[in-house]
């Protein structure tokens, strides 16, 4: 079995360490690395594919678990070239499409116990064999139930072996050696609630996908994934102003839900797909309150998609609690010449963070 939840830990204190997120229409990565007891970042960088907005069908990867492996790889490749990264050793992100998981409640048992439970639990929920999956888990609570009797929740994750096979070649290709491979909503719950214990709702728009998470003290509770992002959105304005699609990117970016007098229609336009996306958000949100003795406390906004202007407080007003901006970056040490440019694509930049950030801890 690829241990994808714990191979890192043979990494601890050699050096730096690599996070590499892959999404449907860009990879981004990012090299940290410990100076004087702190993670500092060294590198980084991103490589945009903009051919998803013009062809729908042109993603890196898709949710049918599509990864364009030569493609990709030399994507890596040309990213590495513009970098000056130190190792090779890399640790890579899986999209929520590509695996099963699962919030379980159990009693508390052993260690070998509940090694047993979680493989007959993975039979029961997994729709494939188990010889053709790899499965881990993370136990992320405890609690007394009215009878006082202990139980445990449990993460459970199980990737197609297959899947796991493709970004091993994958990263081959491009020079680099794959040493774990870790769900993303696993990386941006460590990264942007390590510490804290607010629940708290993530919601990770990305180009062709948004990821909604669950998560607290840096652990991920429940996550799912819908094929609705930020480029669904510049889609509609692009088709209903008969614009180019990248010109509708820009105008998304530039004027968001802030658009004023003529330029009102944008905001107009953007409306319905951006309520798609918050219903969502709300199935998901009242699903896990109902099912798993907790109450959401925050939503925090990530991904590239999150930078659309008056977002957080049209989600606010929607939810009635607390709607922050993601912060990746104000987790490490950073260069002061690069502050100003972090700032603003800090949210996009979580899930590589997240990934980089699992050696320090």
Known sequence: MFDFLNSVKSLAGKGSSLGVDIGTASIKMVELAQVNGKPTLKNY???E????????NDAIQTSTLKVLEKETGDLLKLLLKNLNITTTDAVASLPTFSSFTTLLDVPVMSPKETAQAMEYQAKAFVPMPISEISIDWLPVGEYDDDKG???????????PNEQVRKYKRIFKIAGLNLKALEIEGLS???ILTMGDPTTTLIVDIGARSTTFSIAERGLLKQTAQIDWGGGSIAQVIASSLNINIRRAEELKRQ???LAMGGEQELSTLMMPMLDAILNEVVRFKDNYEKNYRGKVERIMLAGGGSSLAG???YVGDQFKIPVVKADPFSKIVCPLETEPTIKDIGPSFSVALGLSMRQFI
């Open 45 to 47: 960088g991103i490589l």
């Open 49 to 56: 594919s903009y051919g998803h907005l013009e062809r729908p």
């Open 149 to 159: 009797l202990k139980h445990q929740q449990i993460f459970l994750v199980s990737v």
């Open 188 to 190: 941006i719950a460590r």
């Open 255 to 257: 004027k968001g839900l």
């Open 311 to 313: 977002l957080e407080k």
